[in-house]
């Protein structure tokens, strides 16, 4: 369980650092018009990204009964 937790921590990590890589190259695309397709693919992965994180997010997180 521990080491699950561990993999899990660890590519939860490894998202996020790539959708922060995303935000600063999708920055420097916006500025110039050259490749209007490949912005368009950047932005999607970058949502991908961000589900994948909400997704790890509730795995590592316990149900709190209220």
């Known amino acids: 369980m521990l080491a699950d937790r ?3 921590l660890r590519r ?3 998202l996020r650092s790539e959708h922060r890589d995303l935000d600063t190259v ?3 695309m ?3 018009l050259l490749d209007q397709l ?3 693919r950047l932005k ?4 991908k ?3 994948e994180i909400a997704w790890l997010e509730s795995r590592l997180l316990p149900d ?3």
Not at 44 to 47: E, H, W
């Open 6 to 8: 561990d993999s899990l």
């Open 12 to 14: 939860l990590h490894e």
């Open 26 to 28: 999708i920055a420097h």
């Open 30 to 32: 916006e500025g110039s």
């Open 38 to 40: 490949q912005l368009q």
């Open 44 to 47: 999607k992965r970058k949502l």
């Open 49 to 51: 990204l961000k589900d």
């Open 64 to 66: 709190i009964i209220a």
